[in-house]
């Protein structure tokens, strides 16, 4: 059964980059079935996806991060990994990874998690 | 404030139903497909929905999903404690050219 595991700092200080892995077990992180994406929740709030990679290293990002953001994959560890640069408080969160089913046609399509990691919460602090 | 908007809270007794709504535009629900996902307390989100109206295995028939014009729902039918929890509805806009997810709605079972 495949599973997702995050790791990374906890804690990250201000305009520093926040780190962040995703080691996918129980499967292959190359299947051409699939995205891998970052999503996160600050505390008491609601979801924001962050980003999309395939196996391929073919990335898509949302907009209002994008210049801050680098999602890159390492499939013979099979991981994926999150930086986001410049981080301040309003980045605390809980950083999940996740699987997103891909269809071979536009990943706007079918943009769903189908599986998801536990989760681990950054917070951004001096 | 969320690109797709959703009532903050619901509420149900055991074996009511209940619906949630999720009101969006033409870029986003008008134009893609729906998904919903559950979040109970503590946990992770778990896919409940997946284009619309499609249940994933193991996901109980008593969740539905529905899209109308650019407003979809979800329906939880005999409602029961264990779905106390927060739903989110998602979609991708291709106005903003990124995946958004709704602000979510918390549901108590009284």
């Known amino acids: 059964q495949l599973q997702l595991q995050e790791s990374g700092p906890g804690l990250v200080k201000p305009s520093e980059t926040l780190s962040l892995t995703c080691t996918v077990s129980?499967?292959?992180?190359?299947?051409?079935?699939?995205?891998w994406g970052w999503i996160r929740q600050p505390p008491g709030k609601g979801l924001e996806w962050i980003g999309s990679?395939?196996?391929?290293?073919?990335?898509y990002y949302n907009p209002s991060l994008k210049s801050r953001v680098t999602i890159s994959v390492d499939t013979s560890k099979n991981q994926f990994s999150l930086k986001l640069s410049s981080v301040t408080a309003a980045d605390t969160a809980v950083y999940y990874c996740a699987r997103q089913p891909f269809y071979g046609d536009y990943v706007e399509t079918y943009w769903y998690f189908d599986l998801w990691g536990r989760g681990t919460l950054v917070t951004v602090s001096s | 404030q969320s690109v797709l908007t959703q009532p903050p809270s619901a509420s149900g007794t055991p074996g009511q139903r209940v619906t949630i709504s999720c009101s969006g535009s033409s870029s986003n629900i008008g134009s893609n497909y729906v998904y919903w996902y559950q979040q109970l307390p503590g946990t992770a989100p778990k896919l409940l929905i997946y284009r619309n109206n499609q249940r994933p295995s193991g996901v109980p028939d008593r969740f539905s999903g529905s899209k109308s014009g650019t407003s979809a729902s979800l329906a939880i039918s005999g409602l029961r404690s264990e779905d106390e929890a927060d739903y989110y509805c998602?979609?991708?806009?291709?106005?903003?050219?990124?995946?958004?997810f709704g602000g979510g709605t918390k549901l108590t079972v009284l």
């Open positions: 998602a979609a991708w806009d291709d106005s903003l050219s990124g995946g958004v």
């Open positions: 990679i395939y196996y391929s290293g073919s990335t």
């Open positions: 129980g499967g292959s992180i190359s299947s051409s079935s699939y995205y």
